[in-house]
């Protein structure tokens, strides 16, 4: 109810202020009764969720870990920029201690892979949630539960709610895991030649990867998505390596992207609002657009803020303008145009925002 009157509140014209008032003030009367439920029903089970002896019903605790996934869409929908992260750090913290025995393995894959896919956008970002061992947990969770996974094959399935596979999801959070060990190799040959060798491994996987779905349809919209990611991706991969060249990476790689993305909007349409749609790779081509770019991301930024009412594309839109503004004024500033440099561009600019941005 409270994601269907912020939904209403967003859709109703701004000279009607009483009635997105109205919308707005149900918004937080049905948030604030869903988490008095949630702390009711948490203290009604003093043995714990996996206690099978619980007189909670497996209905009841599915409801619970939907709901804790459905709190952080409502901060996402209202342009959180760290609230968010709480609600999604409580669900991942309850699936790791709890394990997927008290839920409907439905409701704990949906849900699994929300809360992971959050968080390693999230960490392409520069910034984490603090849970201990987060990547080396979910990953091989996901897989002993579900049969599918173990084979490279199941996990280069397309989710279809999430756009992308189960595997290229991996292969960012190794570039990322890379990035985050070897954050100095500038300054250290064995570490950058260690971390060179990692990220060719990925390459290696990327170059072999062939996300695929059940849709015959090669030139439907769940493959025009997983194209969009999967470009995103390398240029993610190139941004990790020390000493890339901008200029090289938008001359290489971002046509491609940039042509993914443009596939979307022409075939989504209507629908834009309402299917799964690439953020993190429209974040990515943002963040790296030439100049002569820049309008057409902006035109895609307002084209989405007026459909996707779930997800935060006002914080993503101003935090790529940050980008934009820190890179222009190196320029004024005399940095040269061009050549080589090191560190992922857009971390620096989210560590001055001081956001935990959501990039779904």
């Known amino acids: 109810m409270s994601l269907a009157a912020h939904d209403l509140f967003n859709r109703t014209d701004r000279d009607q202020q009483h009635r997105r008032q109205q919308f707005y003030s149900s918004m937080l009367q049905h948030k604030l009764r869903s988490i008095q439920d949630m702390r009711h029903l948490l203290s009604s089970s003093s043995r714990g969720l996996d206690d099978t002896h619980d007189p909670i019903s497996q209905c009841q605790k599915d409801g619970f870990l939907i709901t804790v996934m459905l709190h952080s869409l409502m901060e996402i929908a209202t342009n959180s920029t760290s609230e968010w992260a709480v609600h999604t750090l409580g669900g991942l913290s309850m699936v790791k201690r709890y394990g997927h025995e008290p839920f409907s393995p439905e409701v704990y894959r949906f849900v699994t892979d929300h809360f992971s896919l959050s968080e390693a956008f999230l960490a392409t970002t520069g910034t984490e949630l603090e849970i201990e061992d987060l990547n080396g947990w979910l990953v091989p969770q996901r897989k002993s539960m579900f049969p599918i996974l173990r084979s490279t094959h199941g996990r280069s399935r397309i989710n279809p709610y999430t756009g992308l596979s189960s595997e290229l999801i991996q292969n960012i959070t190794w ?136 997800s935060n594309v006002p914080s993503m839109m101003e935090a790529a303008m940050m980008v934009w503004k820190q890179h222009d004024l190196e320029l004024l500033n005399g940095h040269p145009k061009g050549g080589r440099v090191s560190g992922v561009p857009w971390h620096q600019a989210i560590q001055c925002l001081g956001w935990r941005l959501s990039l779904m």
């Open 175 to 310: 570039i990322t895991s890379t990035i985050q060990r070897h954050s100095g190799a500038g300054l250290d040959r064995k570490s950058a030649a260690v971390m060179r060798t990692e990220l060719q491994v990925v390459e290696n996987r990327l170059s072999e990867l062939e996300q695929w779905s059940e849709d015959s349809d090669l030139e439907g919209l769940i493959y025009i998505n997983a194209a969009a990611f999967e470009a995103a991706a390398w240029v993610y991969l190139r941004v990790a390596q020390y000493g890339y060249d901008v200029e090289e990476i938008q001359k290489e790689l971002l046509p491609k992207l940039f042509q993914a993305i443009r596939r979307v909007h022409e075939r989504q349409d209507a629908l834009i609002g309402s299917v799964p749609y690439p953020l993190w790779a429209l974040f990515i081509a943002a963040c790296l657009a030439p100049e002569h770019e820049r309008i057409q991301v902006l035109d895609w930024f307002e084209e989405l803020k007026g459909c996707r009412s779930l």
